[in-house]
């Protein structure tokens, strides 16, 4: 079982940038598809981006396109979120996620484990 740890969450102020990390107690690489996810007391959890080790291919949702850039280190069992242009509608709690055949990579109920997340607030 997968167990995940975000860090890296904090106050920051518009325009600026955060780096989230998420370390997984396992190997990932070759097996989990790899994703964040955030949310906030009005908003469903909604999808931000994601890291297919098929191809190496990544997702982003819309809003976040541009802006935040997925990434890994497979020798760490570590994946980022480099969050730049923070907004304060980007204000939330962000949540680490990996899934095994995950179908719908925009979906959290294709994946299986989660970490605790780790609250973002864009402020100033």
């Known amino acids: 079982q997968v167990q995940l740890v975000e860090s890296g969450g904090g106050l920051v102020q518009p325009g600026h940038s955060l780096r989230l990390s998420c370390v997984a107690s396992?190997?990932?690489?070759?097996?989990?598809?790899m994703a964040w996810f955030r949310q906030t007391p009005e908003r469903e959890r909604e999808f931000v981006a994601a890291l297919s080790w098929i191809g190496g291919v990544t997702y982003y949702a819309d809003s976040v396109k541009g802006r935040f850039t997925i990434s890994s280190d497979k020798d760490k069992n570590e994946m980022y979120l480099q969050m730049n242009s923070l907004t304060p509608d980007d204000t939330a709690v962000y949540y680490c996620?990996?899934?095994?055949?995950?179908?719908?990579?925009?979906?959290?109920?294709?994946?299986?484990?989660w970490g605790q997340g780790t609250p973002v607030t864009v402020s100033s």
């Open positions: 996620a990996a899934g095994f055949g995950v179908d719908d990579h925009r979906r959290p109920r294709d994946y299986g484990y």
């Open positions: 396992e190997r990932t690489y070759g097996t989990y598809t």
